[in-house]
């Protein structure tokens, strides 16, 4: 097992390597970077010294190996937006918000796709299973943001239960976490509808069934657990479209995280941010998909990592 | 040279029983919707009543016309210049569409040919562009999408280059699957022991056979765009103004939320209708192509 996490580490390093040439790139082709830390009215002799000091005359290649080790040391570079804070830090701060959000969002999937996954699957071609496909169809066709902006006109505007925006109060997470986790919810309702109705079609369903166990030991027991690996396979795989979602509602809400950060730092060029973003979403993006293959045979034995 | 094509054990791709096409009442549904959606893009001049960029400030935020204080003059209201919603509407659906299919042709294009190149000659070639796939998947999409934007700008066409340079990856995965499973198959091993060309292999006897996948893969992802090119819009990251995109009649929207509901209301609602079509016609053909369903 342990040399499996091993192994899945050591193959993030090229990924992660292909993100930073990526990120390098974009760098480079997104103006002078002297220019923007100076401002368009420097003299040349200042520009030309910066120039040096940064090492931009040298060739491309080596000017990605000496970004390569300051990201290694974690110099992602200073924020020309904050005061020239380090970027890593800016971003650090931001992180705890988008956390919660997702985790929220997360939260608001499991808790919603769950019981309307089993019951859909349950109640096949009835009433129940109609109401949940058609809303996990409506689920994956609206878009994020629109939910938003009508949960705030229903939920906060109108009737005044929750918070426009912002993050101070205890619900204030509660608009923007069912924002994010809407799409996930929708996905996970439709997937595990689908494996649960594999699933009990099995041999050892029906002998569980014979054997006179009740419906809801059958489906926690039995069913649910060998549904997991598809449930479990589709939030790894979600988790990039969380962080990418997190940036759309974290603006409908201004709610203080790094997607948030991520559109003021794109805006306003603050580069040395954005690449720190990038960078790091990826991380986390792969990480959970290590973690996930983890779990996997702590749900399922009969994978053995190693 | 005998032609491959008569060869026992090929079977003709994607002929599928008329019986199997026959359309379910949502897909029906479905493909009306999607008729109604192009046919107002491409006429939108004839069908608008309005000029959609000209304001009138006269006219200002008159709600639509069932409501109270509507006016026939405008069908669905008017934002916060007095431009007609209606038309803006009509207008809009052209930047929906132009992003949602382009980006999909030119994503296909990119990703069925890096599938089939990885999962036909394996090997460097396979783990190099595999290597490319899992390092976009990395990456939350949104956020590549807004810095190449900002980068390079935001005209409707550099918006499909960049969808369709970005967006490959699924297209790439599924073809590389299924061209792996197809390569041991009888008639691709005929082809090769006459000695056709791979690329003639490849591109009469492979691509016919992964269509059906892609197809269905290319018509959700459709959907998946429209909705992107809405997220970006919404972003300020669209098509810039004065060419309407229902993203921006959306953002637009949002400051009036307490006074102007149907400003972030009504492209909220075409966006789904729109979305929800291609959702069920991808689930039909999904049905109806993917030989996993065939009983």
């Known amino acids: ?306 | 040279m005998a032609d491959t094509e008569t060869l026992p054990g090929l079977s003709p791709p994607l002929v599928v029983p008329a019986r199997r096409l026959h359309l379910s009442p949502l897909a029906a549904f479905g493909l009306a919707m999607l008729t109604i959606f192009v046919l107002m893009a491409v006429l939108a001049p004839l069908l608008a009543p309005y000029d959609p960029t000209t304001p009138n400030l006269r006219a200002r935020l008159v709600p639509p016309m069932w409501v109270a204080k509507g006016s026939a003059d405008h069908i669905l209201g008017t934002d916060h210049l007095g431009r007609d919603m209606l038309s803006r509407l009509i207008y809009g659906s052209r930047i929906a569409l132009s992003v949602g299919f382009l980006g999909v042709v030119l994503a296909s294009f990119i990703g069925v040919s890096v599938g089939l190149i990885a999962g036909f000659w394996r090997g460097p070639v396979d783990s190099i562009l595999m290597g490319a796939v899992n390092i976009l998947l990395a990456i939350p999409n949104t956020l590549l999408y807004l810095t190449v934007l900002a980068v390079f700008g935001q005209s409707l066409l550099l918006m499909i280059i960049v969808i369709g340079c970005i967006n490959w990856t699924t297209f790439a995965r599924v073809v590389r699957g299924e061209v792996l499973s197809l390569k041991e198959r009888e008639f691709i091993e005929a082809s090769r022991s006459i000695g056709q060309h791979p690329v003639v292999t490849l591109l009469r006897h492979v691509l016919p056979n992964v269509l059906g996948p892609i197809i269905v893969i290319a018509t959700l992802n459709v959907a998946a765009l429209i909705i992107l090119e809405a997220s970006l819009s919404f972003l300020g990251f669209g098509v810039q103004p004065p060419t309407v995109t229902w993203g921006r009649m959306l953002a637009d929207g949002r400051n009036y939320i307490a006074t102007a509901w149907w400003l972030a209301a009504i492209p909220g609602l075409m966006i789904t209708t729109l979305t929800l079509s291609l959702i069920f016609i991808g689930d039909w053909l999904r049905d109806r192509l993917d030989p996993r369903n065939a009983s």
């Open chain 1, 1 to 306: 097992m342990i040399n499996y996490v091993i192994w899945r580490i050591l193959q993030m390093i090229p990924i992660l390597l292909g993100v930073t040439l990526i990120v390098f790139v974009l760098l480079r082709v997104s103006g002078d970077p002297v220019l923007l830390m100076l401002g368009e009215d420097a003299q040349p002799e200042q520009i030309e010294a910066l120039r040096l000091a940064l090492g931009l005359n040298k060739p491309l290649y080596q000017q990605y190996l000496m970004y390569m080790a300051d990201l290694l040391t974690g110099d992602f570079g200073n924020s020309l937006r904050y005061n020239g804070q380090p970027a890593l830090q800016v971003v650090l701060e931001r992180l705890p918000a988008t956390a919660s959000l997702a985790a929220t969002g997360l939260l608001f999937a499991v808790v919603i796709s769950l019981p309307a996954g089993i019951v859909a699957a349950l109640k096949q071609h009835r009433m129940a299973d109609h109401i949940a496909s058609s809303f996990s169809i409506l689920g994956q066709a609206m878009p994020n943001f629109w939910l938003g902006i009508m949960l705030i006109l229903i939920f906060a505007v109108t009737l005044g239960w929750f918070p426009v925006s912002g993050s101070d109060k205890p619900l204030s997470v509660v608009l923007p976490g069912l924002t994010l986790g809407s799409g996930l919810a929708a996905m996970l309702t439709r997937m595990l509808r689908s494996s649960l109705l594999e699933v009990m079609q099995q041999d050892y369903i029906r002998t569980a069934r014979a054997k006179g166990l009740s419906q809801s030991t059958i489906i926690v027991r039995h069913a649910l657990r060998n549904a997991a690996l598809s449930y479990l396979t589709v939030i790894g795989l979600e988790a990039s479209a969380l962080m990418a979602g997190a940036v759309v509602t974290e603006q409908v809400f201004a709610w203080p995280g790094i997607g948030l950060l991520a559109i003021q730092a794109i805006n306003s060029r603050d580069m040395a941010v954005v690449q720190t973003i990038v960078i790091l979403s990826s991380v986390i993006v792969m990480s959970m998909n290590l973690i996930v293959d983890i779990l996997y045979s702590v749900v399922d034995p009969r994978i053995q990592h190693g």
